[in-house]
């Protein structure tokens, strides 16, 4: 059983999301959606749920995450979708205890495999605290129980990428594994930089760095509190200063291209 995590604006695309799962997991699965947006009546279903939030994507997982009824968590992002069979051939492997690394394709760009997520390959993470034996990762598959335990997502953060980092480094310091599969179990769109509607995770990402360098450059304690994102509750500004109701207004207020569904 699973609780699937989506922070998401992308409503369009939430129903392609939830259609590839049953053909990747053979089990009992929940969706939770967390985004401002309304639900698309299709997807009004007894394991699909909407929490309503302007926040940043860090505070949405912690609230989303708090929020799971199943014990297995996956992180995951509204443009994506899961490749038949993928799932249940990665959860072979899974033991309960230490966190799978979710691994995916950006059109041709191939996210697979342990190199990919090497911290002795990525120079950003070259840092005091952080080994260089470690793996990192940005959609884990892991228990609840775990992710409590250690307080979850650091809602300091603006973005979910280097949120997810130091959750993944805070796990390791405290002995557990990040476990890298050799095949992709989801892909997704790719829009470089600030292209269609992914400026202000580009900017955001862009100011994460000194949060990250700072908390990696001092000794590092693995163990937050799983309530800290109460201190970050307020809208997210960068991303939703001109209060929009919808995808589609949030795109004409801002000028961006939408995110399409040309990939089947």
């Not at 999301?17 to 698309?40: A, C, M, R, W």
């Not at 989303?64 to 072979?92: M, N």
């Not at 492997?93 to 697979?112: C, F, K, Q, R």
């Not at 342990?114 to 840092?127: I, P, R």
Request: include cysteine.
């Amino acid at each position: 059983m699973i609780s699937f995590i989506v922070p998401g604006i992308r409503t369009h695309l939430w129903e392609r999301f939830y259609n590839s799962i049953p053909s990747s997991f053979k089990g009992t699965f929940e969706v939770v959606f967390i985004s401002p947006f309304d639900l698309p009546t299709s997807l009004i279903k007894d394991n699909v749920r909407l929490i309503k939030s302007f926040c940043t994507i860090p505070t949405c997982l912690q609230i989303g995450t708090i929020s799971a009824k199943y014990d297995t968590i996956c992180h995951s992002v509204d443009d994506s979708t899961f490749i038949p069979g993928a799932l249940d051939k990665v959860l072979l492997s899974y033991d309960y205890t230490n966190p799978i690394g979710l691994t995916y394709i950006e059109y041709t760009h191939a996210m697979v495999g342990q190199d990919c997520w090497s911290v002795k390959n990525l120079s950003e993470f070259h840092l005091p605290s952080i080994n260089l034996d470690w793996y990192t990762m940005v959609q884990p598959i892991m228990p609840l129980s775990l992710f409590k335990k250690i307080g979850g997502i650091r809602c300091e953060f603006e973005y979910s990428n280097h949120a997810h980092h130091d959750l993944a480094f805070r796990l390791q310091a405290l002995g557990y594994t990040i476990n890298i599969p050799d095949f992709p179990i989801s892909t997704a769109e790719h829009m470089p930089e600030r292209t269609g509607d992914h400026g202000p995770i580009h900017d955001a990402q862009m100011e994460d760095v000194e949060l990250f360098n700072r908390i990696y450059s001092a000794e590092l304690n693995p163990i937050i509190d799983l309530q800290n994102y109460q201190k970050h509750m307020g809208v997210w500004n960068r991303r939703f200063s001109k209060s929009p109701t919808s995808y589609n207004d949030l795109c004409i207020k801002e000028g961006y291209e939408q995110c399409s569904l040309k990939r089947n």
